[in-house]
């Protein structure tokens, strides 16, 4: 089952402009992550936010946790044309087990 | 540069034939993961192994699929046998457990008529 929800569902946006995802979650986590997906292609890790952790940076991207509202968002600064993707958190409440949830979902496309 | 790979990349077989999925983690990495994605569902889970045993497969049916590492460089997911619903993109993923992140690798892209 999936324990992330993203929105939007789609996004689209024109190429030097900022992009933000959301993603919501249920249960406790040990960690965040964001992963990419190209179409046709495997995901990609991107960035990593553990759960004592408020915001983090990444180049171009930045990630923010807000534990107490179970909820994550992504940002993407000065998007281009490359960044058309379908982004995908992922949670880790497993422990050990590296057990990853994945939400549903983003579609990203930038245009040029 | 290392890799997950994963054979066949595409696969169209008819409905109650088998079907065997391969995966080769990156080395060294010692938990492999098998995921399904389509449209409907999203990614889901299926199996997971850790140094070669299954650790959680809850999420396959166990009636017609199945999850093997016969050894540390090869896993296999086996539909049989195989019915229309289960045309999917099938993804392996290998990780250290050491590591939180996932590697995915290229997919197997199913289709069964």
């Known amino acids: 089952s999936q324990q992330g929800e993203e929105d939007p569902q789609a996004l689209s946006i024109q190429e030097g402009e900022n992009a933000t995802m959301n993603c919501s979650y249920k249960?406790?986590?040990?960690?965040l992550q964001w992963y990419r997906q190209n179409s046709g292609r495997g995901l990609v890790h991107l960035i990593l936010?553990?759960?004592?952790?408020r915001e983090k940076h990444s180049g171009r991207l930045r990630v923010t946790l807000d534990t107490s509202k179970k909820s994550s968002s992504l940002l993407i600064t000065a998007s281009r044309a490359a960044d058309t993707a379908s982004y995908f958190c992922?949670?880790?409440?497993?422990?050990?087990?590296?057990?990853?949830?994945f939400g549903s979902g983003t579609q990203l496309t930038v245009l040029p | 540069d290392a890799r997950v790979t994963q054979t066949p990349r595409h696969k169209v077989t008819e409905m109650g034939q088998e079907v065997t999925m391969r995966c080769q983690p990156i080395?060294?990495?010692?938990?492999v993961f098998w995921y399904r994605q389509t449209m409907m569902q999203g990614l889901e889970l299926l199996a997971y192994?850790?140094?070669?045993?299954?650790?959680?497969d809850s999420g396959m049916p166990k009636d017609r699929f199945s999850a093997e590492m016969p050894d540390a460089t090869l896993a296999t997911l086996k539909i049989q046998p195989s019915e229309p619903r289960d045309s999917a993109v099938y993804f392996c993923?290998?990780?250290?457990?050491?590591?939180?992140?996932?590697?995915f690798g290229p997919g197997t892209r199913l289709l069964v008529l």
């Open positions: 993923a290998s990780g250290s457990s050491l590591q939180e992140t996932q590697y």
């Open positions: 249960t406790s986590i040990n960690n």
């Open positions: 936010i553990r759960s004592n952790e």
């Open positions: 992922a949670t880790d409440a497993s422990g050990s087990a590296r057990q990853l949830t």
């Open positions: 080395l060294g990495h010692n938990t």
């Open positions: 192994f850790r140094n070669r045993a299954p650790l959680d």
